[in-house]
């Protein structure tokens, strides 16, 4: 059963880029890729969306190669805040499937 | 505030029993996911609704079922609640396809 998955964790100093790149080898052809941030007890929230190629909002960047099998979250100059548990989301076999869920630790 | 709301916020049950949980989705939109969320884990789709329809499922027994009503809430039903179904529930409204917007949750313990 193909899974969705990311790295388990990373860390990162204040000001840097971080990128998270999510695995997804069983996405429907037609399927957006939808990034969100969860913090605890909350439910998560939306990112950025993409379908192909790259997209750019005021937070964040998604890169998507030709093949749509992974994409990368681009999240620039990250600060303390930014500190979560990042999940892609896509679709396919009918079902929508959040991907494992990266948790990202921002370092002052 | 994404304008989705669940109640209740939290809920104590013991096994065997039965559970409703309620979504108001975002206005406008027709389309409500709901998700089941353990502790430490990524959501795990449960099903989606789309114009009070049933339109896509996970990997969840019957006991699991679902309505959508004219007005595009929804509730989640679970019957003979297991020890393992303890999670927090969440919801997620959307227009079909596009940027699910997610409630704060429902937090159901089982006993």
């Known amino acids: 059963l193909a899974k969705t998955t990311q790295p388990i964790s990373m860390d990162s100093y204040e000001g840097q880029e971080v990128n998270i790149t999510c695995s997804h080898n069983n996405i429907a052809t037609n399927d957006y890729i939808t990034w969100y941030q969860q913090f605890p007890s909350q439910g998560p929230r939306f990112i950025i969306q993409?379908?192909?190629t790259k997209v750019t909002n005021e937070v964040a960047s998604l890169f998507i190669p030709a093949d749509r099998k992974s994409s990368t979250l681009s999240l620039p100059r990250v600060s303390l805040s930014d500190t979560a548990v990042y999940y892609c989301l896509t679709f396919g076999n009918e079902k929508l499937t959040f991907g494992t869920g990266t948790r990202l630790t921002i370092i002052p | 505030e994404t304008g989705v709301t669940q109640s209740p916020t939290h809920l104590i049950k013991t096994r065997g029993q039965q559970v409703t949980l309620r979504c108001s989705s975002q206005s406008g939109h027709n389309t409500v996911s709901w998700y089941q969320q353990a502790l430490g884990q990524g959501p795990q789709f449960i099903f989606q609704y789309y114009r009070e329809e049933e339109n896509g499922r996970g990997n969840f027994p019957p006991r699991f079922s679902g309505l959508q009503f004219p007005n595009y809430s929804s509730e989640l039903n679970v019957n003979a609640l297991e020890l393992d179904d303890s999670a927090l529930y969440l919801c997620a409204s959307s227009l079909i396809e596009n940027e699910q917007f997610f409630g704060p949750g429902t937090r159901l313990t089982v006993l």
């Open positions: 993409g379908y192909k």
